[in-house]
């Protein structure tokens, strides 16, 4: 599904994301649907897969957890214009949630994310918001913060002390 796809920041194969994240899951736990939901969860959002393939293939709990993943693209406005709506709406699903396998699914996803930033940033500094839908490092700031408070009772993990880390030290810039 993800075949010629580049990522934004890094001009990288983009399977090298999904493969990241199903890793630092593997970190966490050894449940193999998460893991597999990891490899997964850009599938609907980025490449059109229907979760009813997903489900087929690979069960509904997979699926489920893909789909707690996904935003919904609002693909009739340009990604930029609907950037906060769509944070917005994800961030509820995510505060809402008791269900810890979604959150970790969420940490490895954000995790893998804050590496490439971190990484870029390193590099280009202020540049890379330019790249990105959303412009405002101030508001990217806001995202990924708010994710690591509602993340917060994943905190006995060393993937979210280094999710953490990073924030702080792209968004807060302490280093």
Same mark, same amino acid.
């Given at each position: 599904?993800?075949?010629?796809?580049?990522?934004?920041?890094?001009?990288?194969?983009?399977?090298?994301?999904?493969? +990241?994240?199903?890793?630092?899951?593997?970190?966490? /736990?050894?449940?193999? $649907? &998460?893991? =597999?939901?990891? !490899?997964?969860?850009?599938?609907?959002?980025?490449?059109?897969?229907?979760?009813?393939?997903?489900?087929?293939?690979?069960?509904?709990?997979?699926?489920?957890?893909?789909?707690?993943?996904?935003?919904?693209?609002?693909?009739?406005?340009?990604?930029?214009?609907?950037?906060?709506?769509?944070? +917005?709406?994800?961030?509820?699903?995510?505060?809402? /949630?008791?269900?810890? $396998? &979604?959150? =970790?699914?969420? !940490?490895?996803?954000?995790?893998?994310?804050?590496?490439?930033?971190?990484?870029?940033?390193?590099?280009?500094?202020?540049?890379?918001?330019?790249?990105?839908?959303?412009?405002?490092?101030?508001?990217?700031?806001?995202?990924?913060?708010?994710?690591?408070?509602?993340?917060?009772?994943?905190?006995?993990?060393?993937?979210?002390?280094?999710?953490?880390?990073?924030?702080?030290? &792209?968004?807060?810039?302490?280093?």
């Amino acid at each position: 599904s993800h075949a010629g796809q580049l990522r934004k920041l890094s001009n990288t194969p983009y399977i090298l994301h999904p493969m +990241e994240v199903a890793a630092i899951i593997g970190s966490i /736990t050894d449940n193999e $649907d &998460v893991i =597999i939901a990891g !490899l997964l969860h850009d599938t609907i959002e980025d490449c059109g897969v229907d979760p009813r393939v997903i489900k087929a293939k690979f069960g509904s709990r997979v699926s489920a957890l893909v789909q707690s993943e996904t935003e919904d693209r609002l693909s009739d406005r340009p990604p930029a214009e609907t950037w906060q709506q769509r944070k +917005e709406e994800s961030l509820l699903m995510l505060e809402h /949630t008791g269900d810890r $396998d &979604v959150k =970790i699914l969420w !940490l490895a996803d954000k995790l893998s994310n804050m590496r490439s930033f971190y990484r870029e940033y390193s590099v280009y500094g202020d540049k890379i918001w330019e790249m990105l839908n959303q412009k405002d490092p101030h508001k990217q700031g806001w995202y990924y913060k708010t994710i690591a408070a509602m993340l917060n009772e994943l905190s006995n993990c060393a993937a979210y002390n280094e999710y953490l880390e990073l924030v702080h030290k &792209v968004f807060d810039k302490t280093y």
